[in-house]
């Protein structure tokens, strides 16, 4: 059973970093690539960042510039590091693959 566990969220200024992580567990990790989506209040998901299972990344609008994906294939986690953090980045930020999700780790940008 694939099991994915956010983490690393939390409040943070305008102008701010945080790191997220998506550990996994119960797949093949290194098969598999793993994508970042958010939930904005009162918003649907929107796509984030993925990186595919050769380490190839791809952005959506809200991480281009800002965002980065990456993993540690010795940990199974994938991670998203978000710079120059905007109040409209304020969401929970989720991770997915294989048709599974995380429950999901919320970021407040608010000074």
């Known amino acids: 059973e694939v099991h994915l566990v956010e983490s690393g969220g939390g409040l943070v200024q305008p102008g701010g970093s945080l790191k997220l992580s998506c550990a996994a567990s119960g797949f093949t990790f290194t098969a598999f690539g793993i994508s970042w989506y958010r939930q904005r209040p009162g918003k649907g998901r929107q796509w984030c960042a993925t990186?595919?299972?050769?380490?190839?990344?791809y952005y959506g609008v809200p991480a281009k510039g800002r965002f980065t994906i990456s993993r540690d294939n010795a940990k199974n986690t994938v991670y998203l590091q978000m710079n120059n953090l905007e109040i409209d980045d304020t969401a929970v930020y989720l991770c997915?693959?294989?048709?599974?999700w995380g429950q999901g780790t919320r970021v407040t940008v608010s000074s």
């Open positions: 990186i595919g299972a050769d380490g190839n990344t």
């Open positions: 997915t693959t294989n048709n599974s």
